[in-house]
DNA sequence: GTCTATATTGCGATAGAC
DNA sequence: GTCTATCGCAATATAGAC
């Protein structure tokens, strides 16, 4: 990306995508808030939905390579190392976990033609995790490993969804979301670990 | 509700607010799901918003009765109550999850006219729960309780909302969600729980 | 209570001047 | 590459006939 004009547009977007879901937000408002003429919308990215899809593409690409670095470690370094990279990817990319949310929720075309097949490499990359440490012994072996990947995905991102709700109750600092992802694994692993 | 195309509205609105979202469905659409004119939407429920906030108000409330009997349990059966509860609403209204959801992602005005209060109160539910539990000796003493208020929601309820994503690699049955959910609150329970 | 017809507004997209 | 102007359409809402 090149050019001042579309940068603009994209990083104007993002929040308003990201706050108010696709439907909810026309290219009119886009462009006022990136203060850019209207047209220059489908001159860059072929219209709204090519500008939105640019802006999830960008987004999930970024926890597909935070998330790639842990192949290889054993089981429960795997699952650390997971947790860890969502903690900091939700400081990085504020806004990932509303878009990929929105998209479980309501999904947009979005869902299927980009985002469906880095959430299916996700979930193999923990059933993966979660299977490896029961056949070595240190996970329980009574566990769906279906279900624990889910309870998994699950603990470590709805803090950041409710953040913005929350935030009179809780300490909103890059530290606290740390020491959230930090205790959240805790929780799970020491709930799934063989006794 | 005691008219038969005002029933059918509600009925036929549930499943399009849940799926797409309020911005994203036209009443044009409900009218037509729900075999009636559009103009009926305005004479039952005064618009689309109407519309919509009636139908949060029934799907919020539901939550709200089945929580409200865990009252005065001792912590742990209180947690577990609570899991379960969610477990049989998601099956009593499968769309529910789905509207908090949109609104906790993607804020309307039924967020503040309507579910903030809701929402507030069963998360001060948890946060009593495990900080009597704390109190009791039974929990961890060195949890962030606001933390893991959070943490319990998140593990029960990503699973009902990813369910449809994941369907061919999940066992879709009532009996399942019930073994998602058991295994659920056993993994965070063992996970708080002092040593 | 239900319908048609319509008022009004806002949407996304683009042709064409500069 | 940026702008204005406008097209065509779909949105919500409602007045008024039945």
Redesign the pocket.
């Known amino acids: 990306m090149d050019?001042?004009?579309?940068e603009k547009l994209f990083a104007a977007a993002i929040p308003l995508f990201a706050e108010k879901g696709y439907a909810a937000?026309?290219?009119?408002?886009i462009a006022k808030a990136a203060d850019?003429?209207?047209?220059?919308?489908?001159?860059?990215f072929?219209?709204?939905?090519?500008l939105y899809h640019a802006i999830i593409e960008s987004h999930i690409g970024a926890i597909s390579k935070a998330i790639s670095s842990a192949e290889g470690l054993p089981p429960e370094e795997r699952l650390r190392h997971y947790a860890k990279a969502i903690s900091e990817i939700h400081t990085k990319k504020p806004y990932v976990i509303r878009f990929v949310q929105s998209e479980l929720v309501n999904p947009t075309s979005a869902m299927d033609k980009i985002l469906k097949k880095h959430l299916f490499s996700f979930y193999r990359f923990l059933n993966k995790a979660i299977q490896d440490g029961i056949d070595s012994g240190i996970f329980r072996d009574d566990l769906d490993v279906h279900h624990a990947a889910l309870s998994l995905v699950g603990i470590m991102n709805f803090y950041f969804i409710a953040k913005p709700l929350f935030r009179d109750f809780l300490d909103t600092s890059v530290e606290a979301d740390a020491a959230y992802a930090e205790q959240a694994v805790n929780i799970y692993l020491e709930g799934i670990r063989r006794k």
């Open positions: 050019n001042a004009t579309q937000v026309s290219i009119r408002e850019v003429n209207v047209s220059s919308i489908s001159y860059y072929r219209g709204k939905e090519g």
